[in-house]
């Protein structure tokens, strides 16, 4: 696709469930990140992912996150057990991977309400 | 640790006014910088982009500029419009591979 995808948009669940959000990011572009934005609030970082090397994952908030990246793609963010203070909206964001110079390209997020 | 802080949080202007929004950061050892646009219920729509080594960066109506040794960034919009009105985000990346860290944004309204 011409930007970056994810999937679903919105999603309701229960108190204890756990989800996965889904991120396609735009055929290319080396670079991932998964931010996490509260109402009224800034963004959060959680994990990013460059190439083939270890992802930074110092922003994930618990255990109960975790996210992976298959074939240099796709991108799933999987919380287990799911709290109300997850309630947010998960946003994804890719970007080439060179000298600096840079743009990232963001997703239109997905709503989480936790129940 | 890198902090990021704007300054207003929210602004309110006529349309036509020029503005300024600021952000600064606490650590000056900076990759690059970029301001990003949020409409409500959006995603982030990257605007400008200046690199460490750059001082401004300049795209239609926008102006960015980068002063790294005071820590401090600006977007100044000239001739606002009422399209304009959105949230503001700066973003700091600390290094080629490393994250970006974003400021919480500052809302702007513009009144027609």
């Known amino acids: 696709g011409a930007g970056v995808s994810q999937s679903p948009s919105n999603k309701v669940t229960e108190k204890g469930k756990d989800v996965e959000l889904r991120c396609d990011p735009i055929s290319g572009h080396t670079a991932l990140y998964w931010y996490r934005q509260s109402l009224g609030q800034g963004l959060e970082f959680l994990i990013y992912?460059?190439?083939?090397?270890?992802?930074?994952k110092s922003g994930l908030p618990s255990d109960r996150f975790s996210a992976e990246r298959t074939g240099g793609s796709v991108s799933t963010l999987t919380i287990q057990r799911t709290q109300q203070e997850d309630s947010a909206v998960y946003l994804c964001?890719?970007?080439?991977f060179g000298t600096g110079g840079e743009k990232l390209f963001f997703g239109s997020g997905t709503q989480l309400s936790v129940l | 640790k890198q902090e990021v802080t704007q300054i207003p949080a929210a602004l309110s202007v006529p349309e036509g006014e020029n503005l300024v929004l600021n952000c600064s950061f606490t650590?000056?050892?900076?990759?690059?910088l970029q301001w990003f646009r949020q409409d409500p219920g959006k995603g982030l729509t990257s605007l400008l982009l200046?690199?460490?080594?750059?001082r401004e960066q300049t795209s239609g109506r926008l102006n960015a500029s980068l002063d790294k040794s005071s820590g401090r960034s600006t977007l100044y919009i000239a001739a606002s419009q009422p399209g304009d009105s959105a949230t503001y985000l700066c973003?700091?990346?600390?290094?080629?591979?490393?994250?970006?860290?974003f400021g919480q944004g500052t809302t702007l309204q513009v009144k027609p």
């Open positions: 200046i690199q460490s080594s750059q």
């Open positions: 992912f460059q190439g083939n090397s270890a992802p930074d």
């Open positions: 973003a700091v990346k600390t290094s080629n591979t490393g994250k970006l860290i």
């Open positions: 650590d000056s050892a900076i990759y690059n």
């Open positions: 964001a890719s970007s080439p």
